[in-house]
């Protein structure tokens, strides 16, 4: 797959919704550090995942897939390799950021690289804080990175609001050092929601993490245990048909929890003020369709993956929408911002680019045309749900990058009535 050319129209009917990549990386990565054998599931095959199942066997744990249910058998500690070894974290930055500590607490020399932006996505936080706990870092900057020695018990200090996937890596970490550990936030904590599922896989493999009022203390010398775990399904891949929904599609979405420590759950009521009619039903599922839209104000600050699918929405809906604090949607697989920009302009949008985020003028029509997907899931599927609301078809380029999160989103968007063309080569 290359190109996919999307015709007008609307989705209707039921969707499992794809079980979170998000949960899945913390599960996978809980259960590799876990003594015995750990079954996963639901768990969907896709690039990110398999950076993180990759890169974990590296350091001797052995995975095995069996349809959506994962088997990990966890590391044993008399059989660790010495090193260096190779990391392939691929695109994904969450395997990246998670391991880097870990590797360095485990005391395996390793040499991280990667693919496409991920090279030069920052890894300042880790350089700013790792060698003074014993780890040293080799690096012009970014990918590739030597690390040796070994992680040292103490206090971390480092910033809330550049990616809390920092704080995954050492919350995940630093249980495994024999002294007490502490993180220290120097500013406010932004994208809450994704060390909040951070504890909950930890202490769902008997790992005990203590709050503070400037971030958490991590008791040292602790095991992981091993156990059976439900991966819930991904509010970050549902917004994009809700997106559909309040855009004229109706949809029935079911395996969504409605109490998840997921950010992006955040996409219910930021649709709802859309104007989209969003319910649960008594089966569990979630009703979505279209109603009254207009436009809204929205702090990313919290929820930039959502940014994308909440830019259709707005590009759509009567009236202006001002998404704001989403400055570092520019460091993720592709700078989003300019992306989301560049697309919707292509296909009629008004849409001003900041640099912190987006003004968008609502409009009654897209028209079709070419657009980019810039080599980024999120811009490929959101450009796809934008693509309905045209007034004649739209190809979208670089349609394989759905490879990173979602393999099936051009199969479950089929089955849900979208009328989906694939140019291979």
Excluded at 54 to 81: E, T
Excluded at 203 to 219: A, C, L
Excluded at 390 to 415: C, L, M, R, W
Aim: charged residues 15%; proline residues 6%; hydrophobic residues 40%.
């Amino acid at each position: 797959m290359s190109s996919v050319v999307i015709s007008p129209g609307s989705l209707s009917g039921k969707l499992s919704v794809p079980p979170s990549k998000s949960a899945a990386h913390r599960a996978i990565i809980c259960a590799a550090l876990s003594q015995g054998e750990s079954l996963l599931s639901p768990v969907a095959d896709s690039k990110d995942i398999e950076a993180t199942i990759r890169s974990i066997s590296v350091l001797g744990a052995h995975v095995a897939l069996q349809g959506n249910l994962l088997r990990v058998s966890g590391l044993k500690k008399d059989s660790l390799p010495f090193g260096p070894v190779p990391v392939d974290c691929g695109e994904s930055g969450s395997t990246l950021r998670f391991l880097i500590p870990i590797f360095g607490a485990l005391g395996i020399p390793a040499l991280f690289t990667g693919h496409g932006r991920l090279p030069q996505r920052p890894i300042g936080c880790y350089l700013d804080c790792l060698p003074a706990h014993g780890l040293t870092c080799d690096t012009k900057g970014g990918l590739p990175l030597a690390i040796s020695g070994k992680l040292t018990c103490g206090t971390f200090q480092l910033p809330g609001n550049v990616s809390s996937q920092f704080i995954t890596g050492l919350l995940l970490a630093l249980p495994l050092l024999k002294g007490n550990s502490e993180i220290v936030l120097t500013t406010p904590l932004q994208s809450t929601g994704y060390v909040e599922m951070t504890i909950e896989a930890m202490v769902s493999f008997g790992v005990t993490v203590i709050p503070t009022e400037t971030g958490w203390q991590i008791p040292g010398g602790q095991t992981y245990h091993a156990c059976r775990l439900a991966v819930e399904c991904d509010w970050s891949q549902a917004a994009f048909f809700l997106a559909a929904s309040a855009l004229g599609s109706d949809l029935s979405l079911s395996g969504l929890l409605k109490d998840s420590a997921q950010g992006d759950r955040a996409a219910l009521e930021l649709f709802q003020k859309f104007g989209a009619q969003i319910n649960w039903e008594k089966d569990g599922s979630l009703h979505a369709k279209a109603g009254t839209l207009s436009g809204i104000e929205i702090d990313a600050g919290e929820i930039p993956d959502l940014v994308p699918a909440l830019a259709v929405c707005a590009a759509l809906s009567p009236g202006k929408t001002v998404i704001s604090n989403a400055q570092r949607l520019r460091i993720k697989e592709s700078d989003r911002l300019k992306a989301i920009h560049d697309g919707l302009s292509v296909l009629g949008a008004h849409i001003i680019e900041k640099p912190d985020g987006l003004i968008i003028n609502g409009v009654s029509a897209l028209h079709g045309g070419e657009v980019d997907g810039f080599h980024d899931h999120r811009i490929v599927m959101a450009l796809s749900i934008a693509a309905l609301s045209a007034e004649s078809p739209v190809t979208i380029h670089g349609a394989e990058a759905i490879q990173k999160s979602y393999p099936n989103f051009f199969e479950d968007f089929k089955q849900l009535g979208g009328n989906v063309h694939v140019i291979v080569g």
